[in-house]
């Protein structure tokens, strides 16, 4: 049984940064690419970023481009989501996602795993 569990998130201010955490259990999933959704009250679940086995391949929404990195360290089987510039449209519930095995990485049900999601919230 695989679980993933996030950590990191809280209230900021607008231009605030936070660096999220998933960390996994049960089995590795250093071999398999990972991601972050996010889902604002009243709204789907979006996706954020992806990153591929290896760390070198990552994928990004357009809204957060430039602003929030996606990294991971495989000897932790941990996944982060490093947040900078934050903005009040950045609040959500943020999602970790584990083992995309779908066709499109940008897809909820492409993913295998999922965390039970960290509140952030951004004040302007």
């Known amino acids: 049984q695989v679980q993933l569990v996030e950590s990191g998130g809280g209230l900021v201010q607008a231009g605030d940064s936070l660096r999220l955490s998933c960390a996994a259990s049960?089995?590795?999933?250093?071999?398999?690419?990972m991601g972050w959704f996010r889902q604002a009250p009243g709204k789907e679940r979006e996706f954020v970023a992806m990153i591929g086995w290896g760390g070198s391949n990552t994928n990004y929404a357009d809204s957060v481009k430039g602003r929030f990195t996606i990294s991971r360290d495989n000897r932790k089987n941990t996944v982060y989501l490093q947040m900078s510039s934050l903005k009040p449209e950045d609040t959500a519930v943020y999602y970790c996602?584990?083992?995309?095995?779908?066709?499109?990485?940008?897809?909820?049900?492409?993913?295998?795993?999922w965390g039970h999601g960290t509140q952030v919230t951004v004040s302007s």
């Open positions: 049960g089995r590795s999933l250093s071999s398999n690419a």
């Open positions: 996602a584990g083992r995309l095995t779908g066709r499109d990485y940008y897809a909820t049900d492409s993913y295998d795993y």
